[in-house]
């Protein structure tokens, strides 16, 4: 009888030191680079966040405080990309989502490639609970009308009072569905989709198999709330994603991955 487990055979793993040796020009340069045409469902979807070392999502509800000033720039920035830029409820309750604001080289880019000047923000929510004075919807130029996704199941008045401010998107029942979401976008001519949170409504999109892309960016804290990055719907399963750049500047980590292509073997 054998009582201990049989030594693995030692796997020669091929680790690399990631070193500040080549200083890149332009930090947005990498992520213009990649090609967002391979849409292997309804359109490309890019998750753009920000973490602490532990992980946390938020720092008192708020992400200002995780997020350093390399990171906020190419938040910024990164809105160039997207055809829409989509985001949670709660998030946009809690940090008091505007629209969006590009700089004039932006919208010259944008322009230059046939793309209106500015990308509309879209809002998934069942409880239509917004501010329906806000920025985001009062402020939206009539070529990025904000978007308002929501389900079948959400309160019909409210959806009226939104329709004033608003286009009103209904993908999905009892919930919003990213599939259909993402579907109603697509039709609607977004074929990038820049998802800005939060961690529930990226934890569905993950959970749907939707997620394309995640640029994280690492802030060198530890603390702020118990909120990880991306929040697992019960019952969701484990997605695989490649790490394909790197970057580093002072003490932020950015890191883009992709997901991987086939099934888990486990
Ligand atoms: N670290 C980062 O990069 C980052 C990014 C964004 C936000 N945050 C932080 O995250 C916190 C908010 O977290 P969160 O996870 O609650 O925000 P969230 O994902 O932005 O919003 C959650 C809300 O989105 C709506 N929603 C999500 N999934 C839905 C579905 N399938 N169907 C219908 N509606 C759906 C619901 O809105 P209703 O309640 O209206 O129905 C839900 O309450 C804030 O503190 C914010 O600062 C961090």
Same mark, same amino acid.
């Given at each position: 009888m054998n009582w201990y487990p049989q030594a693995p055979t030692e796997v020669r793993w091929h680790?690399?030191?990631l070193s500040k040796t080549s200083e890149l020009p332009d930090p947005l340069e990498p992520y213009l680079r990649v090609d967002r045409t391979r849409i292997e469902h309804e359109?490309?979807? #890019?998750?753009h966040m920000v973490a602490g070392i532990d992980g946390t999502a938020a720092v008192h509800g708020k992400v200002g405080p995780l997020s350093t000033g390399p990171d906020q720039s190419l938040f910024r920035r990164m809105r160039r990309i997207a055809d829409i830029v989509m985001v949670g409820a709660e998030t946009v309750r809690r940090e008091g989502y505007g629209v969006i604001r590009l700089d004039e080289e932006a919208r010259a880019a944008r322009t230059a490639c046939g793309r209106p000047?500015?990308?509309p923000v879209a809002i998934v929510s069942r409880s239509l609970d917004l501010d329906w004075t806000a920025? #985001?919807?009062t402020d939206a130029p009539t070529h990025a009308r904000t978007q308002l996704i929501t389900c079948a199941a959400s309160d019909p008045d409210r959806r009226a009072q939104a329709a004033e401010v608003a286009d009103v998107i209904i993908a999905g029942d009892d919930q919003v569905d990213p599939a259909e979401a993402f579907a109603a976008l697509a039709a609607r001519g977004h074929g990038v989709v820049l998802c800005e949170g939060g961690p529930t409504w990226l934890g569905e999109?993950?959970?749907?198999?939707?997620?394309?892309?995640?640029?994280?960016?690492i802030s060198p804290v530890i603390g702020g709330d118990p909120l990880p990055v991306c929040v697992n719907p019960a019952g969701a399963g484990i997605a695989d994603f490649e790490l394909l750049g790197t970057g580093v500047?002072?003490?932020t980590l950015f890191l883009r991955y992709e997901k991987k292509a086939g099934e888990r073997g486990d």
């Open positions: 680790m690399h030191i359109c490309w979807v #890019v998750g000047q500015t990308p920025r #985001v919807f999109i993950v959970a749907a198999d939707r997620l394309d892309e995640l640029c994280l960016s500047e002072d003490s």
